[in-house]
């Protein structure tokens, strides 16, 4: 794809996978006599959740796939949630399974991640699925990273060869991202909360991504000239949701930049609809 100012498009790319999963569940719909299931968990009433959880059910709706859904309230017990997890990963309808992160305070996230198996895991977050984006084996990327790369690769973003600069290093996020781009032999830099002179590792970046959740973090003079900069971060201010990257300033310097809202966020919600259909092929094959 190319484009004419720089700007990133993840609306558009992700709109074109979601039509290439609608045929797809249309194909498995037809052969196996029921639509693909994604059953989600979301526990207590963090607005962001909701409204990623609400954003998900509409894309799956709109694509055919049928959302099994489950809400449990702020103050649930851990038995409780994995008690939840534990049906819907038994429920027959159901092919990929999403907790939504984070829990409410108090809760430990690590049992309910382990009660997802593998290949039901639909998020990725499973350390099964975890070793195997790092041992390069077949498995669930995080979808996060997964769409990055499908976006990079949209573009025609050169990975070989290129010098990457990953800001943050989460399970989820940062650190898959970083084993995603040194499959595609970039020479990859992961830095974090505690990197020293951020800065100075910014500016060597062939591509930069962003995934801190610090609205500004990276500013015009931390972008080399002609840079490719992905913006994984999100956070809600009272003016709206920002991304990690000083936008209007970085695309001055940025060969290509994707925006906050449109740029990954689509993207990660279209790379779970892929994954839940493949969970399905997957599965009906079994
Ligand atoms: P996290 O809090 O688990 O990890 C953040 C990482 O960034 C950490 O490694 C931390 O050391 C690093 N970091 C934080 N502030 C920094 C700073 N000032 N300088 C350098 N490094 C810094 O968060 P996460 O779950 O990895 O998510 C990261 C961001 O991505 C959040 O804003 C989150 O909302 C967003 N996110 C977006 C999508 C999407 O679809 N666009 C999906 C998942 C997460």
């Known amino acids: 794809m190319t484009t004419n100012d720089g700007v990133i498009d993840g609306t558009a790319v992700a709109a074109r996978i979601r039509a290439t999963v609608g045929a797809g569940v249309q194909a498995f ?27 998900k059910h509409r894309a799956c709706a709109e694509v055919g796939i049928e959302s099994i859904h489950h809400v449990l309230p702020a103050d649930a017990s851990q038995e409780d949630v994995l008690r939840v997890t534990q049906e819907l990963v038994a429920d027959p309808r159901v092919d990929g399974v999403l907790v939504q992160m984070p829990l409410p305070a ?8 382990l009660a997802v198996p593998p290949e039901k895991d639909v998020d990725g977050f499973h350390p099964f699925n975890l070793g195997s ?22 573009y025609g973003v050169e990975l070989a060869g290129a010098d990457a600069v990953v800001i943050g290093r989460s399970r989820t996020v940062g650190m898959p991202m970083a084993l ?5 032999n970039a020479t990859v830099t992961v830095t974090h909360l505690l990197t020293k002179d951020l800065a100075a590792k910014t500016r060597t970046a062939d591509v930069l991504i962003s995934a801190a959740g610090a609205p500004g973090l990276v500013t015009a003079d931390m972008v080399k000239p002609g840079a490719v900069v992905i913006d994984i971060g999100i956070t809600r201010t009272p003016e709206g949701l920002r991304g990690d990257v000083d936008f209007d300033a970085v695309r001055e310097v940025a060969s290509l930049v994707s925006p906050v809202p449109g740029g990954v ?15 399905a092929w997957d599965r009906a094959a079994r």
Not at 35 to 52: E, I, K, Q, W
């Open 29 to 55: 719909s037809a052969e196996h006599g029921r639509a693909p299931g994604l059953g989600t968990l979301l526990v207590g009433d963090n607005p962001a959740s909701r409204t990623y959880v609400r954003m």
């Open 106 to 113: 108090g809760l430990d996230p690590e049992p309910v991640i």
């Open 133 to 154: 984006v790092a041992s390069e084996l077949p498995g669930t990327p995080s979808c996060t990273p997964a769409g990055v790369m499908t976006l990079l690769d949209t």
């Open 180 to 184: 995603l781009l040194l499959h595609r």
């Open 265 to 279: 966020g689509p993207m990660t919600i279209a790379t779970l609809l892929e994954t839940t259909l493949r969970l």
